[in-house]
Structures are given as C-alpha cells and as structure tokens.
T-cell receptor, first 113, second 117 residues
Framework: SQKIEQNSEALNIQEGKTATLTCNYT??????LQWYRQDPGRGPVFLLL?????KEKRKERLKVTFDTTLKQSLFHITASQPADSATYLC????????????FGTGTQLKVEL | NAGVMQNPRHLVRRRGQEARLRCSPM?????VYWYRQLPEEGLKFMVY????????ESGMPKERFSAEFPKEGPSILRIQQVVRGDSAAYFC???????????????FGSGTRLTVV
C-alpha cells in the first residue's frame, strides 16, 4: 500500500536561512503532489501543487521539487521568518486516482530569531 | 466568500451519545472530504462525497460512522454511540468538480474538536 514519510522530528533553523523539508513516498506514482501548511488548532492551508512532469515549482519564497525517480519531493522556504513556523504537510494524489489526497504526518518547522 | 464552514468548533459528548458534525463547502465546490486528526498524528482520510453520492468511504470505520452530502444543506458526519477513542479533530475540506481541481488544492475548514467524556 502507498506510504508517505516526512521527517517526524522538528526542524529548527535560524531566521534568514533556507528551510528544506523532505517528503518520500513508496509503492505508487502520484500524478501530482501538494504541500500544505497547518498552524496549531487550524485546518491546513494549500500552498503549492507540482505535477509529475514538473521538476520544480516556485511561489514567492517557496520552492518545491518533485523527483519521480527518487520518489521524493523537497519543500524549500528561503529567507525564513519566524512567521513561517508551522507544520508542513505533503499530500500526494492518492493511489487509484480521483481527487482524494493522502497526507503525510507533517514536519514541524521552527524559525528562531 | 466565507470558505469552508464547520460547526460546531467544539463538541463534548458522553460515551454512548451521538455526534453530528456539519460542513458547508466553499461556494462553487461540489466535492467534500472528511479527515480525522489525532494529537501528534497526521490527517487520516475518512470519506469523499459529491452531492448525494459517496465516492470513497474506504477510511470510514465500518460501524457507528456515516456521512452524507444531501442535495440541499451541509455535509454531515455522524458518529453513533461515541467512545473515548473517537475524541479527535475532524476536518472537512472541499474542492471544485472535475476539470482541474488539483490546481486549487483543498480548502479546509477550521475543524470540529470532539471530546468524548
């Protein structure tokens, strides 16, 4: 069955540095993958989508890569700020198609002054 | 555009009671998804619905749980005879219909926090 892995340990970085979060998936090939941000007590918020034929996608300080050979997506936040502190979830389109997403457990990012 | 509205935000039920969670999707969205999130855990898919149809309920427990999305009104997730293990945050999300829904991602509500005492 499909499996999605994100680093369960929190990532602590200094303000201004680039944060890199990893999402690995196994046993299937998603047509696209999405990234979400979740703050405590709130629902996730959609950030970016990348398709399987796209190597890289950018939006302001965010960059996502998608390596279908390695079965991995990397999520980068450049010039990080304390306001970027949150949990980031990757969500590949689920096996079997349709609009259903399967979410990883998320990685908590803490940006310190 | 009010986004996805979930109510109530907090719900306390005694063991054995019924819990009803409501979700009104964003205007123009015809697909609704329910997820459950336990503390320190990820979002677990429960059910995917379109108007009057259940598309995928593979994540829904076989007993006590049901969901509907009627032609008129919000989507309802119903949990009968609740047990302590049902305590969790339940999130609803919506998306556009087929075409290019993936371009817009899901829009999530703020969730309903169910506590069973």
């Amino acid at each position: 069955s499909q499996k999605i892995e994100q680093n369960s340990e929190a990532l602590n970085i200094q303000e201004g540095k680039t944060a890199t979060l990893t999402c690995n998936y196994t046993n299937y090939s998603p047509a696209y993958l999405q990234w979400y941000r979740q703050d405590p007590g709130r629902g996730p918020v959609f950030l970016l989508l990348i398709r399987e034929n796209e190597k890289e996608k950018r939006k302001e300080r965010l960059k996502v890569t998608f390596d279908t050979t390695l079965k991995q997506s990397l999520f980068h936040i450049t010039a990080s700020q304390p306001a970027d502190s949150a949990t980031y979830l990757c969500a590949p389109r689920s096996e079997g198609g349709g609009n259903k997403l399967t979410f990883g457990t998320g990685t908590q990012l803490k940006v310190e002054l | 555009n009010a986004g996805v509205m979930q109510n109530p935000r907090h719900l306390v039920r005694r063991r054995g009671q019924e819990a009803r969670l409501r979700c009104s999707p964003m205007k123009g969205h015809s697909h609704v998804y329910w997820y459950r999130q336990l503390p320190e855990e990820g979002l677990k898919f429960m059910v995917y619905l379109q108007k009057e149809n259940i598309i995928d309920e593979s994540g829904m427990p076989k007993e006590r749980f049901s969901a509907e999305f009627p032609k008129e009104g919000p989507s309802i997730l119903r949990i009968q005879q609740v047990v302590r293990g049902d305590s969790a945050a339940y999130f609803c999300a919506s998306s556009r219909g087929t075409g290019a829904p993936e371009n817009y991602g899901y829009t999530f509500g703020s969730g309903t926090r169910l506590t069973v005492v």
